[in-house]
């Protein structure tokens, strides 16, 4: 796993293991990269069918034709918990996707971003983020 001086991996309040801020950080900060491997929509259906099963799911699009299967150990981001009301958020340059401050980060605490809400899937994943607006689920779990 590569140093990010930006984070650090601890036991989460919301899911399992989470990432926190290790330094104040300011809004616009490219914290981390979500990296994985590259495939092809038909591969991501496939996935998605079984990472969905497991509930996990650790796909992001990334243009008409290719996603990102983050589901790697070298892809730290993909511990990054979800949360209605979050202080990050994933941006994408080029091919490249990172999780971006979207506000000013204390040191301590946790990271997290929203995952793409999907009306379909909602039912599959309970969400305890504990935010005043929860929404009560999301899309993706974390294992
Ligand atoms: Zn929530």
Known sequence: MAKNRWIEIRDSNIHGSGIYAAR??????????????LITKKEAERLAEKEE????????????????????????????????????????????????????IKTGEELTYDYCFDEEEKEHHVCRCGSANCRGFIVKGKD
């Open 53 to 104: 099963k497991a509930g996990t799911v650790y796909i992001f699009e990334l243009d008409g034709r290719h996603d990102i299967d983050g589901n790697i150990p070298e892809n730290t981001a993909r511990l990054i918990n979800h949360s209605c009301t979050p202080n990050c958020e994933s941006v994408q340059y080029g091919r490249e996707i990172w999780i971006e401050a979207m506000r000013d």
């Open 24 to 37: 104040d950080t300011p809004q616009g900060t490219r914290i981390i990269r979500y990296v994985g491997r």
